[in-house]
């Protein structure tokens, strides 16, 4: 049962005690995929499964070398566990630094502490923003505005009173108060709902919609064609009663485990996962956490770039600059109010600034009326003297309406690039912020206090970089449009600022987006509109915030980015977190995205040619009844020289080509023709030579004609032909030469090549293939089925 601590908290010895029972938030949370994820999804995978199925039948009936497939199927899966392991312990690293905190009171002393130090009865403090570390129970609430969307789908917030219940994975959206911790650790609703919580949806990425409905149309149709395969083996060796005889069936099987490795691309998913993992890696190391890796795709298509202006354009860090004083109000008066706003526990961070520069012994505060988006100011209501006074602070437009000497003067501020709000007396007393009416008569101006912000040195460079990549940057800011303004002139973003509070509706929202790139007093429902306006109209939109009224917008946007300085909610629900607060890094982001996608459309050709030429192949030789042209063995020596390893160079060499949409279509487009082209080959190679030569000869001549169009294939994709790819190219030949001549790769591979007419010929069907394929890569090229790297 939860204790009600007094108004200091727990106490020190308190809090020890409660950790030295178990009963602290200590529970951990993954970070990341888990150790049994990774190996699960690397090993027991349909082609592996069907691979493996093959290299028994072959240990079991067959010639073991003919097996030799399934180590590219063992060294795939360790690759792949190894580099995501290494991910793994990178990415769980980098998420310590971006971990969230809890704000609690002890001993009488608001502090920050990890998630796991809270204790059960531990006094929480709520601001807006902070995100419940465990359930509790409201004890004292000052407006408290709570946010449970994460927890049920609910977009509006829910109004929580004192003793009202609060579970963890909700968040402040405004308001203040105070919660006693009323579960923790195994008992807490975070212990059992985090994992649903933080699945909030999975990021949309192209290339894992492309590679899975890849994927699955070669499913679709593998069961069929191994049964097709099978009923031509059987009548290929005779018929079901002479496939007994003289070990014909081994033959059968060796024959239909060669069609079957021919069809699949057991090392696509591999390249796909590693290219997204080394560039996770290569992020966390730049200090930028990627929360799931498809992100990292995401960006590289993201063609509007929305920006908060605070903490993300500016450094975040707020400095006092001056108090105005204002005719009629004293500016002691005024101070000791400022005094009274900095002094509440719950302040943000704003009014916390106050804190340091006014200060006053023996306030005696009344009500407060917390700040809120929608409100735009906060309020307190103090009693001097026996005499009870409210003051309200915010923004100018807001409370200076009815007084337009001041209000300009505010503006002038504002002009310079400060951050300028307005401190008004209410001699009626303090209104509730939702029933304020700005022009009434009882509000006095009193003084205007102004901030100085810093314009990051990196983000003139960064908006250049994005403007000459063609994507549109969009500041959206809640300060004042004019300060907005001077922020965005000095950022070289010129053209005009509209004021978003003066926009009625979403008509009136869209129609400001189509010619405008800033934006100040935007509410966070407008953000997220905005946000949601431009997707409709087709734009891919990365959002990028620290604080809790970009929540919102960071959720719905495509791609989210936090600020590691960002409130616990909007890290929450981001997909990328900038850990040293550098806006700098997102073209490093960008860079990677694009190099993801180019070299994974590549690759993803290269292995799918591979898989159309052994479905043609397959299917060819068991209705013409031919033995299959190929070992099993020697379509692994192609496929490791001529596509593993080369492929597994490109997917992770630079590549800046600006994302085309059309994945999918195109790489089927580009790798059925060439797929054929490449089966067209072996046939035209494989019909004189099966006839008049012994059945290892002809395979070892098609072999060779099928690694000189495979190579090929690599050869116009990898353009342009740097030094090293080129070497990279030759070293292949040389290896599979090297194969040919040697005495034990050619015995194992039964490269049975001799220097004749045999040779010649499939040299030239090879040669004629190779020029196929080039007519074609320059045709698909034209008509923008494939691209060359940049």
């Given at each position: 049962m939860a204790q009600t601590p007094g108004r200091d908290g727990l106490t020190s010895a308190q809090v020890a005690e409660r950790h030295a029972s178990g009963r602290g938030n200590d529970v951990a949370q993954p970070t990341s995929r888990t150790v049994a994820d990774i190996l699960r999804e690397n090993v027991f995978t349909l082609f592996n499964g069907i691979l493996t199925a093959c290299f028994i039948a072959i240990a079991l009936l067959g010639d073991l070398r003919d097996g030799f497939f399934f180590g590219v199927v063992?060294?795939?899966?360790?690759?792949?566990?190894?580099?995501?392991?290494r991910a793994k312990i990178v990415l769980d690293k980098a998420a310590l630094l971006a971990a969230p905190e809890a704000t609690v009171k002890r001993d009488g002393v608001v502090t920050s502490v990890p998630l796991a130090s809270v204790v059960l009865d531990d006094l929480l403090v709520l601001r807006p923003g902070d995100q419940l570390p465990a359930d509790a129970r409201i004890v004292e609430s000052v407006g408290l505005s709570i946010d449970e969307s994460l927890l049920t789908g609910e977009s509006e917030p829910v109004v929580k009173d004192v003793d009202a219940q609060v579970l963890s994975g909700s968040h402040v959206l405004a308001g203040t108060g105070y919660a006693v911790v009323t579960a923790v650790g195994a008992d807490s609703y975070a212990h059992r709902l985090t994992a649903q919580i933080r699945r909030h949806s999975l990021v949309h990425s192209e290339l894992r919609h492309a590679t899975n409905r890849i994927l699955v149309y070669i499913s679709w149709i593998l069961g069929p064609l191994i049964l097709i395969t099978l009923v031509g083996r059987i009548f290929t060796y005779g018929g079901w009663h002479e496939l007994w005889l003289q070990d014909r069936w081994r033959h059968a099987v060796v024959d239909v485990v060669a069609s079957v490795v021919g069809m699949i691309p057991e090392g696509l998913v591999l390249l796909i996962s590693l290219a997204f993992g080394v560039a996770a890696v290569q992020l966390a190391r730049r200090k930028v956490l990627v929360q799931e890796l498809a992100a990292v795709e995401v960006l590289a298509r993201v063609d509007v770039l929305c920006l908060d202006k605070t903490g993300t354009l500016t450094t975040g860090e707020l400095t006092f600059d001056r108090i105005v004083e204002l005719p009629g109000v004293p500016l002691e008066s005024s101070e000791l109010a400022l005094a009274a706003f900095g002094a509440d526990d719950a302040a943000n961070a704003t009014a916390r600034i106050l804190s340091e520069h006014f200060r006053a012994e023996g306030i005696q505060v009344e009500r407060r009326v917390p700040f809120s988006s929608s409100a735009r100011f906060s309020g307190v209501s103090l009693v001097v003297d026996g005499v009870t006074t409210g003051w309200l602070l915010g923004a100018p437009e807001r409370l200076l309406e009815a007084h337009p000497a001041e209000l300009a003067q505010a503006t002038s501020l504002?002009?310079?690039?400060?951050?300028?709000?307005?401190?008004?007396?209410?001699?009626?007393?303090?209104?509730?912020?939702?029933?304020?009416?700005?022009?009434?008569?009882?509000?006095?101006?009193?003084?205007?206090?102004?901030?100085?912000e810093t314009v990051r040195a990196e983000a003139p460079a960064t908006l250049r970089y994005f403007a000459e990549q063609g994507v549109r940057v969009v500041i959206m800011s809640g300060d004042s449009p004019v300060t907005v303004s001077a922020v965005a002139d000095s950022l070289g973003l010129g053209g005009r600022t509209a004021d978003a509070a003066a926009l009625a509706d979403e008509t009136a929202l869209q129609e400001a987006l189509g010619d405008t790139n800033a934006f100040g007093r935007v509410a966070p429902e407008q953000k997220r509109s905005a946000v949601e306006i431009m997707q409709r109209l087709g734009h891919t939109v990365a959002m990028t915030g620290d604080g809790i009224n970009d929540a919102l917008a960071i959720k719905s946007a495509d791609l989210g980015i936090a600020m590691g300085t960002a409130s616990a909610a909007t890290k929450a629900v981001s997909r990328l977190v900038l850990l040293d607060d550098r806006f700098d890094r997102l073209p490093d982001v960008l860079a990677l995205g694009r190099r993801v996608i180019a070299n994974v459309e590549r690759v993803a050709n290269i292995f799918l040619a591979k898989t159309v030429y052994g479905i043609v192949l397959a299917l060819v030789s068991a209705i013409v009844l031919w033995r299959f042209p190929f070992l099993p063995r020697q379509l692994t020596l192609v496929s490791t020289l001529a596509i593993g390893i080369p492929s597994f160079v490109l997917a992770l060499t630079p590549n800046r080509r600006i994302y085309q949409p059309g994945v999918l279509r195109r790489v089927l487009l580009y790798s059925i023709p060439t797929g054929f082209i490449a089966a067209a080959t072996c046939i035209i190679a494989y019909i004189p030579l099966h006839s008049t030569l012994a059945p290892d000869a002809a395979r070892s001549a098609t072999t060779l004609a099928l690694f000189c169009v495979s190579l090929w294939i690599v050869c116009v994709l990898a353009r342009p032909l740097s030094l090293a790819r080129i070497a990279l190219l030759a070293a292949m030949a040389i290896a599979f030469l090297l194969v040919c001549v040697l005495p034990f790769t050619r015995a194992f591979f039964e490269m049975t090549v001799f220097v004749d007419a045999a040779l010649g010929y499939a040299l030239v069907v090879g040669i004629a293939g190779s020029l196929g394929i080039e007519f074609f890569y320059r045709f698909a090229r034209r008509h923008g089925l494939v691209f060359d790297r940049v």
């Open positions: 063992v060294v795939n899966a360790l690759i792949g566990i190894v580099q995501e392991l504002a002009a310079l690039g400060h951050r300028t709000l307005a401190l008004v007396r209410c001699a009626d007393g303090l209104p509730d912020s939702t029933l304020l009416q700005p022009e009434a008569p009882s509000l006095t101006p009193a003084a205007l206090i102004a901030f100085r």
